[in-house]
Every structure is written in C-alpha cells, then in structure tokens.
C-alpha cells in the first residue's frame, strides 16, 4: 500500500511535465503577413483536430503539440502549399483521426453508422412504447 502512495506521489506532477520549456514554434502564435493566406491557414487549422486534447481545433488548443501544427500549417500555406495538400499531408503522417470528417471506410463505418443505428432502435422503442400506451 505504502508503495503504491509513493506511486502516485511520483505521478502526480507528471502533467506539469507534459510541455517542454521551449518557446513556442514561431507561427504558432503569430499571424500570416498575408490576409488571405491567413485565412486559409485558419480555415484549415478549423478542422483538424488537437491530437494532445482530441476535442479541440489546432486552431482552439493551446497545448505544445497544436502550436507546432499551427507553425507547420502556416509555414507551408506562406510557401505557397494548397491547403488540401497540407491536410492530405498530416493525415499521412497521422492518421484519419486528426480531421474531424474520416472517410467512410472499413475502419471508420463503426464511427459513421452507430448514430444512425441508435436513431433506428430508438424510433423502434418510441414506436413500442406509444402502441402500449394507447392500449393501456
């Protein structure tokens, strides 16, 4: 007992300890010269997903992760990248999961059709329910 306080004595700072001590990434804070480039990269920065807080934007998050995404985003649009390509390219390396819209696929139909499933076996129980209720 005494070894699992210690335990979670020791972990309990480990959050604090998640962010590095470096200064964030240039651009993650700063904007785009160009208007018009900056609202693409806000735009694109709009749906992709915090992968550190996982139910916010890059654009909304403040966590050391999502500022370096927001650099790499607005680096490439200031290069002259095409928002699609950005995006095509981050998913590469991270997955379906880092947008908010994954493709209808094998590995994400679950995501797709269980809403859609819940709807059905609900309007099932409402329909049960109301024909009991006009018997009764």
Known sequence: MRRAALLLALAAPAPLLADSNLPPAKLAYQQLPDPKQEAQAQALMQTLRCLVCQGQSIADSDAEMAGDMRAL???????????????DWLIARYGDYVTYDPPLGWATGPLWLTPLVLLLIGGWLARG???RGRRG
């Open 129 to 131: 329910a109301f024909k």
């Open 73 to 87: 985003v607005r680096r490439r649009i200031a290069a002259g990248e095409k928002p699609a390509a950005i995006r």
